[in-house]
Every structure is written in structure tokens, then in C-alpha cells.
């Protein structure tokens, strides 16, 4: 059950014209009032043919005028208007159930408080089958304002319990986070335009495709400018940015000017200060494609940041953190993937947002790491190999699943069901990505010797999983990756049991090929030769040793003594 609390307005006769009207499609049928502030008496054009909307309004705005009369200063607020709707699935409700309802929502909001005979007037309006409209005029009988502030938490949570109740489908308590919903003329607009999207969607998607960009607001801002939208920064005395609005091109007032959105209004963690947080954890930096030291592509330094989830999320403030920094690596990836797995990243990327966001506020400085593995992968200019994107999309369902459960045990359900949403669509990228892989590993399968010999490695690194390993489709593949590590200097059982470590495999549906993914990213270097590293050291340590501060303090390099010409002692 949706209540939807609508702004105030200040026109009673113009609200009940069109709630005992046919309809913008002619949707209303039989409109009639189900409940009232009083049991009799009541005008009801729906019912009394003699009764007229304009009677009906001026009985519900008595008080009104009372006040206005008295007080010189008129009330223009003062229409409060409350739809209720049942979801598609639930049974029908009577009248008289939709009355108690009524009755039960005024209540929590503040109209008409239990016990209170001098609470605000009001009625409930049915004219269809799933839904009622609650009109109220919020002045008292004894000409006081109702206190409303938080009415719409109140009213949520009376409608959760009316949901359990009547036996209705119970939805998920609210907590604060939400974005707005669309208004009834945004999507009129949208529709007429011809926009798949209201401005202030269309707009949310841009800033955050643009933030993983952005090493600070004023990179964002600049960003979004150069992507063609309206941007409108406020700037104090010292040219400090104190907020900012965006507008969409071609969304005019009728005047003709452009519409700007300030970004709270867009989004809940798209303020200002948010964003300066957010953003603040990623220093500026040279470009990463101008560096000569990198040691590994952006995309596998994106792998190894999310493994800071594992030991970020024992603090709720670096666990917030590190989630959030989580979805601007989805929408990264999903910029950054190849044309035929776009869609469902994006629909992965979308579908997170809700998850990025709590009451918990978030320690960003915690997920530096992570959050500059973001900004490299914006700014790469080269594509993945098929091993390393399908790696990564593996250990972004991974991070996922780890964000879904953390949501679930701080009960925050909205988003740990935004986070299972996510995996639905990442898992499915993941396995697309990974198909074209397995196939090419399984035709280089190794001999049936050597198979036998790894899947003796196989039992004896993750008994517990080494059945359902062993009997995965994609065995002959693990195989072909266990083989080529141990070509590179790699121990087979030490891999199995790092990869295995790094996730548990219980819930895991194919799990040899998770092992693919996570060992072809571990042993992509060979291994190194404990000989080599140690003539290294040596010769570092000789080196350093046979430097010494010459008089004139600079250095001088002696050379090093052997052991022929070593003095006898």
C-alpha cells in the first residue's frame, strides 16, 4: 500500500472537481466518499443529487474562513491530499475497510489525532476499485495549524501496518533515502517531449556517469558542461562553489528559460557537500595513461581494490564508504565494456544506486584505494582482454553479494534488495563475458594424465568442494589454467586454496568457473624464482654497502672485494 502525500495546495473546490470528476482517461467510476470528520451530515454529490461540490467545499473550508476573518492573514496553503493505492495483487477492499483505513491514516498524520474533536476536517473520496484520495483543510476547528512535520513517516508506517493487518503485500519500511518520485507533470512533460526519461532522471544519470571522472566538483561541474548540459554553479564573495543546478537542454519554463534542478533535488547524495566528500578521496593526479611505472592494466588494479571489502567492512562508516565507491566502479565498467554487454551493465549500474546510499554516513577516506582504481579505469583508453573482464564482473557480483549482506544485517532493506537486483544483472554480464573464455581454454585442454594429477590437486586443496569442481562443465578450462600457472613457476594447490579462500564457494552455482576466474587473474605473472630474488637482494645490499660519503660530500662507489684478493686474517 502507497500513500503518496502531495504538496499543498489552496484550491478545495478545484481538488474535489476532479476527484469526483470522470478522469484524465475517464478512469473514474462511481466516486463517492467512503469516510469523513463526521459520521452524518456529510454532502455527497457522489450519493445526494442535490449536493453540489461547491457545497461540499465550502463545509470542508469553514474553518478556513474563520481563520482568514479573524486573523487578517490568509491561509493559502491549506489543502492536504493524501492517494492511497493497493498494489495489483491485492484483494479488493470494501468501503467500509477502506473507511478505517482512512480514518487510521489521518490519524498518524496529524489531521484528525485519536480523541481529538477539534482536529481538521476532512473526507476520503473512492472512485475506483484500488485506490482513495484523503482531502483534508489543515485548520483546526479551534483555528490552530496541525503539526504535520514528518507526517509522510508516520503515514508510511501506518500503512505498513494496515498492510499487515488486511492482509494486503507488505512493502519495505522507508528510511530516509529515497529518491523523489517523478510528479504527475514531469512524466506529462517527459511524454509530450517525447523524453523516455523525466529531466531529473535524465539528469541523475549524467552526474553519476560523470563522477568517476571527476577528481573534484569543479571537474564534475566543468564535465557536465562539456557534455552539453546546463549548469548552473552558486559561487560566494571568494569564488568558493556553495552548490550548484543542472538543467537538461530543451527543458524550458513557458517563458522560454531553462529549468535548473538543484542536485538534493535530483538525488538525496548528489548535494554539494556529498559530492565535495565523495569526490575529496581521489587527489588529482597525472593523467594514468602518461605513467611509465604502472605495474598492471587499470582493470586488473580494479580487481585487486575490491578485495578491500573484505577487511573494509567490519566498520559501518568504511563499509558505507566502500559501497559506495562500489557502484562508481559498476557504472565505470559499464562505460568502459564492450557494446554487447553495455545494457546490462547500465541496468546493473542503475539498479545500485539505491544501494549506495544509507543512513550511515560514510568515512570516505576509507575507500581511497578503491575509489582511485575508479578514476583509472574512467580515464583508460584501452579495452579489457576477455580473462580480465570477465574477472572483474566476477568480483563486482562478488562485492555485491557482500554489499547485500551487510544491508541485511544493518536491516536496510530497500537496499539489500537493490543490491540483489545488481547481482541478477552483473552475474548474467559475468557469465556472458566468460563463455567465450571457457570454450577457448577447454580446446587447449591438457592431456588425461595431467588432468588426473590436477584433480588430485583438486581434493586436496578444497575437499569440500572438490566434487561439484570436478563434475562443473567448465573442469576441462580450470584444468587448461591450472596447467598454463604451473608452466609459469605457479604451485597448483596453493592457488586452489588462495582462490577458494578468497570467496566461499558453498553458494557458488558453477564454481569451477569462479576458480577460473579468480586464478587466471592471481597467476597472470609468473611466479617468481627464489634464486633470482635473492642474487637481487644481494646485489642491492653489496651495492648499497660499497657507497660511501667521499670528504667532499659526495658519493664515491667502491668497488667490491672478492674473495681472491680478500686480505687473509
Known sequence: ???????????????????????????????????????????????????????????????????????????????????????????????????????????????????????????AVRHADDHIHILATTVREDGRRPK??????????ACRQIEKDYGLRQ???????????????????????????TSRDWLQDRIRAAIPHAGNTEELLAYLEADGIAVKPRRGPSGALLGYAVGRPGDLNKDGEQIFHPGG??????????????????????????????????????????????????DDAHAQAHITALGDLIEATAQKAPAHLHAELRVASRAFVRAQRSQIRAENQAATTLRKAVRDLAHTATGPDGSALATLLAALAWATIVAARWHEAKNHAHQAEAARQTLHHLQAAADRALTPVVVSLATRRPSDQARRTLAHEVRAAVPDHADRILTDPAWPALATVL??????????????????????????????????????????????NPRAE????????????????????????APAVSRATRPAR
Not at 660499497?546 to 658519493?555: A, F, W
Request: hydrophobic share 35%; net charge positive; aromatic share 4%.
Open 1 to 123: 500500500m502507497i500513500a503518496a502525500i502531495k504538496p499543498a495546495g489552496s484550491n478545495t473546490r478545484g481538488l474535489l472537481a476532479y476527484l469526483y470528476g470522470p478522469g484524465r482517461h475517464d478512469e473514474h467510476t462511481d466516486p463517492h466518499i467512503v469516510a469523513s470528520f463526521v459520521m452524518l451530515g456529510m454532502p455527497d454529490p457522489g450519493r445526494d443529487p442535490d449536493a453540489t461540490l461547491t457545497q461540499l467545499a465550502r463545509h470542508l473550508d469553514e474553518p478556513v474562513h474563520l481563520r482568514n476573518s479573524e486573523f487578517g492573514r490568509k491561509v493559502t496553503d491549506h489543502v492536504w491530499h493524501c492517494p492511497i493505492r493497493t498494489a495489483p495483487e491485492d484483494r479488493y477492499l470494501s468501503d467500509t475497510e477502506w473507511g478505517e483505513i482512512a480514518q487510521r491514516i489521518v490519524e498518524a498524520a496529524g489531521i484528525a489525532p485519536p480523541g481529538d474533536d477539534l482536529g481538521c476536517r476532512w473526507i
Open 534 to 557: 635473492a642474487a637481487r637482494r644481494r646485489t642491492i645490499l653489496l651495492n648499497g654497502l660499497g657507497s660511501t660519503p667521499s670528504p667532499r660530500g659526495d658519493i664515491s662507489v
Open 483 to 528: 596447467a598454463d600457472a604451473e608452466a609459469g613457476g605457479h604451485k597448483p594447490h596453493q592457488l586452489l586454496k588462495e582462490a577458494a579462500a578468497q570467496r566461499e564457494l558453498t553458494t557458488v552455482r558453477q564454481p569451477a568457473r569462479v576458480l577460473i576466474t579468480r586464478i587466471q587473474h592471481t597467476s597472470r605473472n609468473p611466479a617468481p
Open 148 to 157: 504535520l512535520h514528518d507526517s509522510g513517516i508516520r503515514v508510511g508506517d
Open 265 to 314: 533535488k535530483i538525488a538525496p547524495d548528489l548535494t554539494l557537500p556529498k559530492l565535495k566528500a565523495r569526490l575529496g578521496t581521489t587527489a588529482p593526479e597525472e593523467h594514468p595513461t602518461a605513467r611509465r611505472d604502472q605495474p598492471a592494466s587499470p582493470w586488473h588494479q580494479a580487481i585487486d581494490a575490491l578485495d578491500t571489502l573484505r577487511t573494509g567492512m567490519d
Open 171 to 197: 512493502l519495505k519500511k522507508g528510511d530516509r533515502t529515497a529518491g523523489r518520485r517523478p510528479s504527475q507533470a514531469e512524466m506529462h512533460k517527459a511524454q509530450r517531449l517525447g523524453w523516455e526519461q
